[in-house]
Each structure stands twice: as structure tokens, then as C-alpha cells.
């Protein structure tokens, strides 16, 4: 039996109309006030508590069109984004909502007893709009709101004013439901994703709209939840969890995908059958944005992305991998990484024909103190190079590869070695990346091939472990012993 709060048994008509002004001017008052969920485990309905997390996101879901969220697994997350659609479609008549989620008997559970089940839950007096469709998939109220609920494939017909996508990384076609909704969201509509993490799929769209929305390089909010946003969670919990974690699997990737304590944690590829263990990669992460405001001397590159700018005294080095440049061909990658450290000073990625990829490497080896550049000697490679011998005076500026000629040849046996390099770097702790791009792309690397997997880029990766191999050489230049 549910019990009533003080709130729902209200009787006077003027207590009533304050009441529903309250509500109307703020989702955060009316969820927590007005608001339940289904506690499985006692298998009741439950006043909603707000933690302090929910409440934020509450409020950031008012100041933002598009949302997406990664977070750790019984957050509450998805009821509570429910109940801001349920205060939409009260308090904001005509609001056209599509829910969706993995199944259609998924989305149907979301609509029809989460959703209506929040609704039927309301005191009589607020419960002022009839009903007039009711099933399953379709719930219409007499104002003008209506709730529908689809499979990912569904929904293309409707304009929607609000979007819900349910654990969107485990959508089976997340690019055909925001096809399908792009029109709404053109228009103006609003859209949340979320999800838990579905390490299967490494590079997945969710993953890339939240990694790009990180940086603020889409419209998307980027939010992320870890395990410790829910209040009862102690250390000693978490302690626990991964004890268990350890004890049935021998490794932590199952922790990182449902009980991440940072969004590098859930992101991150499952560690089997990697070149580079999860672990050492994490230890030479720190996420930095790229400056807003280059100095005047920079180059003036499209789309290059800036962390560290050229210090005197420090000497540097780029890894360059190129492509072939055009609209359907893989990235060109420029990496900049300082000598002695490691550290991801700068990154330029984009489809840059060989002789424009060139000219970029060669700004930017002028202006991080005449760095050292490792190309990659590969079908476009011989391009990059034609260029940089015919125009940079300074020849020792272009590195050479382990045949003693300008360049590292990309064969099976240089991508070994490569790696082997990279691989040691990050075990000693002498790298430090600082784009999640990047940082993702070199987790990937499979152990097997020393490439991405199937379908996926590793440009970024290869200009990494270019440029890696390049501190090596430019070490060895300046001792003499290369």
C-alpha cells in the first residue's frame, strides 16, 4: 500500500493553486515533492528522494537543449529524467515526447508503467487532464501532451518537442534514431541520451557525441556520473564490488563498465586483447582543453588543437601519419610531443591532402623550436616527405626510420616496433595525453594486428607512437648515437 505524503492529500482549493504554481515553476520542487519510483528490491512504490546529483542534473536539463550522460549503473537517472518529462507534459501543454529504448517491450515498460505509473500516483487534484489514448506505446492527455514509445527504429513520422534515448550506448542503431529525430532537434526540440557503458563496442556514436561534447566540440551537454554520486555508496561498498569484480573475472573491466569512478574509467576499451594495458594508459592521462586564445607567433592551422604551447629550452618532436586526404579516406594525424616528458603538447587531425598535411608539419615543427619530424613512410607518406625534402632547409629536421632513410616505414615489423616503444613509454610513465580522442584511439590498438579495431580510426594512435619513436631518435641524434 502506498502511503500518502503531507502533499498529496491537500484539500483546500487556494492551498491547491499554490501548490500547482509551485510545481509549474520548477521541475526540481515538483519531482521532489510530488515525485515516486519502484524500489525493486521491496517491490514498492517509494517517495523521490532527490540526491544531490539528481537535483543538478535536474537543473542542467533546464538550462540544455541536448544532454548526454555517462554514468555508473542504479543512479536513478532514468526515473528521474521520467519525471521532468512528467512535469513537461503537465505543466507544459502540448509537449509531444518519444521515448525510446533498445526494445519496443523496453520503451513500452518505460511509457507504460514507469511513466503512467509516476502519473496515477499524483494527487486527484493535480491529475486534472484526462486520458483520452492509453495503451502500451501511446498515452494522451486531454492538454494537448502526448508520450509515445518506440524501438530505436521507430518513431521517423513524429516531431517531437522532447526526446528520451535509454541506454543509448546499447542502442542497437543509434545513427538511425538520431536520423530519424534529427528534424525535431533542427527545430528546436530537446533530447537527453543515457546511458551505462557498453565496452563491447569501444568507439561507439555515444561514446564519440560524449567524448566530442567534453570538449564542446558538438551542441551536446556532456554529463558524467560515477559510482559515488549515489549517497549510500561507501568506500568499503565500492571496495567490496571490486573484490567480487576481481575474484570472478581476474581483471576490472566489468567494475569500469558499470561502477566507473571517472569517465576515462567507463569509456576505456575492454583490456583483453589490447597492446596496451588500461591501467598504465589511465596513470598517463590528464584530460586538458585545448586554448581558447593561441599566441600571435602560432601557425594558423585548421583545426589544430593547442595544450602546450613552445617553451625556450625545451626541445620537441611531431609524429606525422598521413592519409590520403579526401572526403572518404581515413584522417591525417599530426601529434606534437615534448622530448623529454612526453607530454601531448599539440594535435592536428583532419583530411589533409599529403602536401597540405606537409606544409602543417613543417609550421609546426618551426614553431615548437625546430622539432624533429617522424613520417610515416606509407603509400602517402612518400608524398609527405617529397614535399618536406623540397622545402624545409633544415633536412635533420626530418627524422629517420630504423632503415636509416627519412621516415618510418610502416611494415608489419616497424609497426612492432612502434608499438614496442609505446607500450614501454606508457609502462615507465613517460607520456602524458591530455585529448580523450587520442587517449581512446591508443587504448584500442589491439594487440594482434596493432591496429584499430574493424571500422574504427587509430590515426591519432599512429601519430602517438610516430611521434613517440621520434623522441627516441632526436635522443639519440643529439648524443650522437644515431
Same mark, same amino acid.
Given at each position: 500500500m502506498v502511503q500518502p505524503r503531507q502533499v498529496d492529500v491537500l484539500t483546500d482549493e487556494l492551498a491547491q493553486a499554490t501548490e500547482w504554481a509551485r510545481c509549474a515553476a520548477s521541475p526540481l520542487y515538483f519531482i521532489g515533492a510530488y515525485g515516486w519510483v519502484f524500489n525493486a528490491t521491496e517491490q514498492a512504490w517509494l517517495p523521490f528522494a532527490l540526491w544531490p546529483a539528481q537535483a543538478w542534473v535536474v537543473v542542467m536539463l533546464l538550462r540544455y537543449r541536448l544532454v548526454v550522460m555517462c554514468k555508473?549503473?542504479?543512479? &536513478?537517472?532514468t526515473w528521474l529524467v521520467l519525471g521532468y518529462v512528467l512535469w513537461l507534459m503537465i505543466f507544459r501543454p502540448g509537449t509531444?515526447? &518519444?521515448i525510446f529504448s533498445r526494445t519496443e517491450t523496453d520503451a513500452g515498460e518505460l511509457l507504460d508503467f514507469r511513466l503512467k505509473g509516476m502519473y496515477a500516483l499524483l494527487p486527484e487534484w493535480m491529475r486534472c487532464a484526462?486520458?483520452? *489514448?492509453?495503451?502500451v506505446y501511446r498515452w494522451e492527455l486531454s492538454n494537448g501532451s502526448i508520450a509515445m514509445a518506440f524501438p *530505436?527504429? &521507430?518513431g521517423r513520422q513524429h516531431t517531437f518537442s522532447f526526446i528520451l534515448a535509454d541506454e543509448a550506448d546499447f542502442q542497437p542503431d543509434l545513427a538511425a534514431l538520431l536520423r530519424a529525430v534529427k528534424p525535431a532537434i533542427d527545430a528546436g526540440g530537446r533530447m537527453v541520451m543515457l546511458s551505462t557503458i557498453d565496452k563491447r563496442r569501444p568507439l561507439s556514436l555515444f561514446k564519440t557525441i560524449y567524448a566530442a561534447g567534453k570538449v564542446k566540440a558538438n551542441q551536446w551537454l556532456a554529463i558524467f556520473l560515477p559510482w559515488s554520486a549515489r549517497p549510500d555508496r561507501t568506500p568499503d561498498w565500492y571496495a567490496g564490488v571490486m573484490g567480487d569484480v576481481l575474484a570472478n573475472t581476474g581483471v576490472l573491466d566489468d567494475l569500469h563498465q558499470e561502477y566507473p569512478a571517472t569517465d576515462v574509467e567507463a569509456l576505456a576499451p575492454r583490456s583483453a586483447d589490447k597492446r596496451i594495458p588500461s591501467a598504465w594508459l589511465q596513470l598517463c592521462y590528464v584530460e586538458v582543453k585545448p586554448l581558447a586564445v593561441l599566441?600571435?607567433?602560432?601557425p594558423t592551422l585548421p583545426q589544430l588543437a593547442v595544450f602546450v604551447t613552445p617553451a625556450a629550452g625545451h626541445t620537441y618532436v611531431l609524429g606525422v601519419d598521413p592519409a590520403e586526404g579526401n572526403p572518404t579516406s581515413d584522417d591525417s594525424a599530426i601529434c606534437v610531443l615534448d622530448v623529454?616528458? &612526453?607530454?601531448?603538447?599539440a594535435a592536428l587531425v583532419g583530411k589533409f591532402q599529403p602536401a597540405v598535411l606537409a606544409a602543417y608539419a613543417a609550421q609546426l615543427s618551426t614553431w615548437y623550436n625546430g622539432a624533429g619530424m617522424m613520417v610515416g613512410r606509407n603509400n602517402h607518406g612518400h608524398a609527405v616527405l617529397g614535399w618536406l625534402r623540397d622545402n624545409v632547409r633544415q633536412r635533420q629536421r626530418i627524422l629517420k626510420g630504423q632503415d636509416k632513410r627519412e621516415g618510418w616505414v610502416e611494415t608489419t615489423l616497424g609497426k612492432v616496433l612502434l608499438y614496442d616503444a609505446l607500450t614501454e613509454s606508457f609502462k615507465a610513465r613517460m607520456m602524458l595525453l591530455h585529448e580523450m580522442a587520442t587517449y581512446l584511439q591508443v587504448a584500442n590498438i589491439e594487440g594482434s594486428s596493432l591496429r584499430a579495431p574493424a571500422g574504427q580510426a587509430d590515426?591519432?594512435?599512429d601519430a602517438v607512437a610516430l611521434a613517440n619513436m621520434a623522441r627516441r631518435v632526436a635522443s639519440q641524434v643529439s648524443t650522437g648515437g644515431y
Open positions: 555508473a549503473r542504479q543512479l &536513478g537517472m509531444v515526447v &518519444g484526462a486520458v483520452l *489514448t492509453d495503451n *530505436t527504429t &521507430g599566441p600571435e607567433a602560432s623529454e616528458t &612526453g607530454e601531448e603538447c590515426d591519432r594512435a
